[in-house]
């Protein structure tokens, strides 16, 4: 009993500190503008992340590993039970047209009811122009879809990068990002992060569990979902500072 008490005392010695020096350092970074600079710096270098991506799948770099991971994840689909296979086929759903399209819908709602104007024009546009990029880039590389195992899920477009991957990155981080800094307590900001996270993660699992998408379809899709959401934090963070849409802190103060 003791010693698991001296462990948690020194847990907590360690984590206090450790969490206050990051505190203090995102705090100076945000007075002195650099977050939203850092922020589109990760976004030039997840958009360059894919280009090379890109290369590399081209250039056929990337064969042997996709297969070997895609083996071994659709590969098991036919052996687990239905209750695995549907809750694959579910979690696919999410970064669908119809889902997504009702996801933007619920929140542009949310923020025109709180007369939120100009932010539900900036989730409006930030959603439409990561899915404009993600449908280009699909058209360009025009890659076939694997053809190993039966597909459990309908597809009309080409592999490359993986649509329903950058989709729901694109919404889903979007949508988190700017909810985001529209709260001040730092407990729902990670909150909400983590949910806009965890969502493209599942989805762009899901997609190589059902069939359709090599895992370098799904890598692609992510970074150019997660370059999209940095970019959009980014814009998010200047338009702000500029009165372009509402402070952060508004759905609170709303509230009281």
Request: charged residues 15%.
């Amino acid at each position: 009993m003791a010693a698991g008490t001296a462990r948690a005392r020194l847990k907590a010695s360690w984590w206090r500190p450790a969490w206050e020096r990051c505190r203090a350092a995102i705090d100076f970074m945000t007075r002195h503008g650099w977050v939203p600079l850092t922020a589109m710096l990760l976004a030039l270098a997840g958009f360059w992340g894919f280009l090379e991506l890109a290369d590399d799948v081209q250039e056929g770099g990337t064969t042997a590993f996709d297969r070997w991971i895609f083996e071994h994840i659709a590969g098991r689909y036919e052996t687990l039970g239905k209750f695995a296979q549907e809750g694959g086929r579910d979690l696919t759903a999410l970064g669908g047209t119809t889902v997504i399209t009702l996801m933007v819908a619920g929140v542009l709602v949310f923020l025109m009811l709180r007369r939120q104007w100009k932010s539900a024009a900036f989730v409006l546009a930030a959603v439409l122009g990561g899915l404009l990029i993600s449908l280009l880039l699909k058209e360009f590389y025009d890659r076939a879809r694997p053809d190993i195992y039966a597909h459990q899920s309908l597809t009309s477009t080409s592999s490359f990068p993986s649509g329903h991957s950058a989709n729901a990155a694109v919404a889903y981080l979007t949508m988190a990002i700017l909810m985001a800094k529209l709260v001040e307590s730092t407990k729902m900001k990670a909150y909400i992060l983590s949910a806009g996270l965890l969502i493209p993660l599942l989805v762009g699992l899901s997609r190589i569990f059902v069939g359709v998408h090599w895992p370098t379809d799904v890598l692609a899709g992510w970074l150019i979902g997660l370059a999209w959401g940095l970019f959009v934090y980014s814009a998010a963070t200047y338009l702000q500072e500029h009165g372009a849409i509402e402070q952060e802190g508004e759905i609170e103060h709303n509230q009281e």
